[in-house]
């Protein structure tokens, strides 16, 4: 079964400054994709960014970019120049390509942008 | 066109009682998904439709909990006999694909909030 985990319950980041949230998964199958999820305080869930397992490059959108390392099944999310509505918990996802398998989250991140 | 819908949008019922919580996904969309989320978690996997077809039932906690998806389109969750420990968001979400067919990401509702007294 695949499995998310998120360490960091809480994070802080000066406003403009980067920040990388992370994100570690287990999976013994090689064909997955991973979805990276924001939850502002309204409580909708917005998706921000995919990569999947055979994707040669990391994923980038705006200022979102997955830092993919397949080895070490990792897949942090780098947010460049911090905004205050950027506060939010955020989740990482996985789910399995090659069956029938369910998207998983992960605890998720409460990330505080501190102006 | 509309997003994914979800009724009622807060829910509060007496312990005992059977509350059905609706979903009706962005049309077309094949995928459809529940979820329960406490404050502050992630969501938790309850079960999943492909069509009509139920994929995988494993998060559901118990045989209390059931859904169906009779024509591939609305789903409905079902909670019979509520415990005050099934209060919680509930939330739906739907894609466009089978999971695992394409990397379309889940569209997700804004959930029903279920109070149980």
């Known amino acids: 079964a695949q499995k998310i985990t998120q360490t960091q319950p809480g994070m802080f980041v000066q406003e403009k400054e980067a920040v990388t949230l992370d994100c570690t998964y287990d999976?013994?199958?090689?064909?997955?994709?991973l979805f990276w999820y924001k939850q502002p305080s309204s409580g909708e869930m917005i998706f921000l960014i995919y990569?999947?397992?055979?994707?040669?490059q990391n994923a980038t959108e705006g200022r979102y970019s997955l830092n993919f390392q397949k080895a070490r099944k990792s897949a942090n999310l780098v947010i460049s120049a911090s905004q205050l509505g950027d506060s939010a918990m955020y989740f990482c996802?996985?789910?399995?390509?090659?069956?029938?398998?369910?998207?998983?989250f992960g605890p998720g991140t409460s990330l505080s942008v501190i102006p | 066109g509309a997003g994914v819908s979800q009724s009622p949008r807060y829910k509060v019922t007496k312990r005992g009682q059977d509350v059905a919580l609706r979903c009706d996904p962005i049309?077309?969309?094949?995928?459809l998904y529940w979820y329960r989320q406490a404050l502050g978690q992630g969501p938790e996997f309850l079960t999943y439709?492909?069509?009509?077809?139920?994929?995988?039932k494993s998060g559901l906690p118990n045989d209390r909990f059931s859904a169906e998806r009779p024509e591939g389109s609305i789903s409905t969750l079902t909670i019979q006999r509520t415990e005050q420990r099934d209060s919680a968001m509930y939330r739906c979400?739907?894609?466009?694909?089978?999971?695992?067919?394409?990397?379309?990401?889940?569209?997700f509702g804004n959930g029903t909030r279920l109070t149980v007294t």
């Open positions: 979400a739907s894609s466009p694909t089978p999971t695992g067919a394409s990397n379309s990401p889940l569209h």
């Open positions: 999976t013994s199958d090689p064909s997955y994709g």
């Open positions: 990569q999947g397992s055979y994707d040669q």
């Open positions: 996802a996985i789910f399995v390509k090659t069956s029938y398998d369910k998207v998983i």
């Open positions: 049309s077309g969309h094949v995928s």
């Open positions: 439709f492909n069509y009509e077809a139920q994929q995988d």
